[in-house]
């Protein structure tokens, strides 16, 4: 008996659906055939983002050889566009671990088709986000200070800097991240080494780990690949927490609230499903995976936004009711001011983006429709970007001295840098798409009907 779903795409929980795959044959040769491939489009999204990514490389080289003057970064806003990019894209990449570990947690079975694309995306944002402490150093070629390594001058560092520890959560989180990546990789590159030759089949033979689906590695395989489950899940909520306390350990009025570790949880986990479905839904059109990635997906990845935005909206009341009700003159000014001040323009624009714009998904139409769910995906990440801004720039330009105040605007080395940061991650998950498998094959096949006898295999 079909489901209503099936009319937009295969659902797992449908055997009648049109779209089904029956044979994993199919399913091999569906995702498989991208691989090693490419398109003149995808060559052409590779010129432009390695060409965003160069640009970027140029502004850090100007910042390098003439000093973090060219920076916009001054007195008193000393954290400028590359903090609010850093926490930004360490936002972007917690999506992946939620969907690949938490929902394999409580056995969700939409996240299949997604999760894989998930975590390498939640593997290129962090290693995008790590760029940022560097820039932000400035004499970036002693970023080693960072750790703990022996001295002779007996130098070590601040722990009770909250930026010291975000150097160990997120080095943590990626190592993590990049483990639970690669184990859950491997049954699929096996399957493509077995569908190549020569030296790409001795290539991928050795990433494989001598992997051939015996019972007994598939004992370990779900045993290992569980238990990074289990840690990981913890990461997504530290990790952010973390990254919150940068600025909820500091007295500057704006930020010293006990609300910002659930408030950038919450802000992560909306900003990355949003990312997902900007990522994937080109993806699958383009490589003709509807059949495992469609909009049954996609409808649960806006359903994951439509509860975070909600968060994110009560958060936002919740910061204006605290200041309100707190009497404290220097809190009240400060969300005043970024209701009404110079940098209004900027705190309007991410209510809209992120409490209002996703309001059109509690419409199924909406929610099921590939234009909606892809523009509306683009306009709450601008809007995620843009409440760092707000959070960062308008605390440090408007703090407790009026002598002090000033106006932050970044300059071209800074939007440089941005441009090539997404330039960056961009390079990394094109590279991703087109040399391992971007929807999780073996995952797949435990959705569709055993093969049938000569069918392949």
């Known amino acids: 008996m079909a489901s209503n779903d099936a009319i937009y795409g295969y659902d797992p929980r449908d055997p009648a659906a049109p779209n089904r795959p029956t044979t994993y044959g199919q399913v091999n040769r569906d995702i498989i055939r991208p691989l090693l491939r490419p398109t003149a489009l995808w060559l052409l999204a590779m010129a432009i983002v390695v060409g965003m990514m160069v640009w970027g490389g140029f502004a850090w080289y100007q910042q390098i ?31 992946g671990t939620l969907i690949s570990a938490i929902l394999f947690l409580v056995y969700s079975r939409w996240r299949t088709g997604v999760y894989r694309a998930s975590e390498a995306m939640t593997v290129f944002a962090v290693m995008t986000a790590l760029l940022f402490p560097v820039l932000h150093l400035g004499r970036c070629w002693q970023a080693y200070w960072f ?19 975000d150097v160990f959560a997120i080095s943590t989180y990626f190592t993590v991240s ?58 997504v909520l530290s990790v952010h927490s973390v990254v919150s ?26 900003s990355g499903c949003a990312m997902v479905i900007s990522l994937l839904m080109p993806m699958t059109y383009l490589f003709k995976w509807e059949p495992y990635v469609n909009l049954w997906h996609f409808e649960n990845l806006a359903k994951m936004c439509l509860l975070t935005s909600g968060i994110l909206t009560y958060a936002y009341g919740m910061e204006y009711f605290i200041a309100w ?15 009404t001040g110079d940098y209004a323009w900027a705190f309007w624009l991410m209510v809209f983006c992120n409490c209002v714009a996703p309001l059109v998904w509690y419409s199924k139409k909406m929610r099921t429709n590939p234009w909606s769910l892809f523009i509306v995906a683009a306009i709450i990440n601008v809007g995620m970007w843009l409440e760092r801004f707000n959070i960062v720039i308008s605390s440090t330009a408007h703090n407790f001295d009026p002598q002090t105040w000033a106006l932050y605007s970044p300059t071209w080395v800074e939007v440089g840098v941005l441009i090539g940061s997404a330039g960056w991650f961009g390079t990394w998950f094109l590279l991703f798409c087109k040399t391992f498998p971007a929807v999780a094959i073996t995952e797949i096949k435990e959705m569709v009907a055993p093969p049938v006898k000569g069918a392949g295999h």
């Open 245 to 270: 306390w940068d600025f909820a350990m500091a007295p500057t009025a704006g930020w010293h609230s006990t609300i910002f570790p659930p408030y950038f949880v919450a802000g992560a986990i909306f």
């Open 147 to 165: 750790f703990p390594y022996p001295n002779q001058r007996q130098l070590w560092m601040n722990f009770k800097s909250p930026l010291m520890w």
């Open 65 to 95: 050889t003439m000093g973090m003057g060219v920076a916009g970064i001054t007195h008193p806003v000393m954290w400028g566009v590359y903090i609010v990019t850093f926490v930004f894209w360490i936002g972007i990449g917690h999506a």
């Open 178 to 235: 990049a483990v639970f990546f690669y184990v859950g990789l491997v049954p699929d590159i096996a399957i493509f080494r077995d569908h190549s030759k020569g030296l790409i089949r001795k290539v991928y033979g050795a990433m494989a780990l001598g992997w051939h689906g015996t019972d007994r590695q598939w004992h370990h395989y779900m045993a290992a690949y569980g238990f990074f489950a289990a840690f990981a899940a913890p990461l």
């Open 325 to 339: 009700y707190s009497q404290n003159p220097y809190e009240w000014a400060i969300f005043s001011w970024r209701a």
